[in-house]
């Protein structure tokens, strides 16, 4: 059975850093894409980024372009989110999810991604 498990969420100052990890276990093979989602209070989930085995292989959403970067260890079977320069607008519990590649068109939408996690909560303050 394939699981996700995401951890490194926690509150921080704005400007500082966080990194998160998922743990990816069951996998039989590689799924064609893996991403980090988001969901603050009251709001959509929203596509952090994401990252895929086919080129060009990684896409970021333009609120955390040049901030936050996706990243991945094979040996590990762990992805990666490094975030940086947080924003109290970072707030939101984020999601690890797994599922086939449908191209770069929808890297962001939700629905394409089979394989959740969790989730682990970020809390960014003033």
């Known amino acids: 059975q394939v699981q996700l498990v995401e951890s490194g969420g926690g509150s921080v100052q704005a400007g500082g850093s966080l990194r998160l990890s998922c743990a990816a276990s069951?996998?039989?093979?590689?799924?064609?894409?893996m991403a980090w989602f988001r969901q603050a209070s009251g709001k959509e989930r929203e596509g952090v980024a994401a990252l895929t085995y086919y080129e060009p292989n990684t896409f970021y959403g333009d609120s955390v372009k040049g901030r936050f970067t996706i990243s991945q260890d094979s040996a590990k079977n762990t992805l990666y989110l490094q975030m940086n320069s947080l924003k109290p607008e970072d707030t939101a519990m984020y999601y690890c999810a797994s599922g086939p590649w449908y191209g770069g068109r929808w890297w962001a939408d939700w629905r394409k991604y089979n394989t959740w996690g969790q989730g682990t909560q970020v809390t960014v303050s003033s």
């Open positions: 069951g996998y039989t093979y590689s799924p064609g894409a």
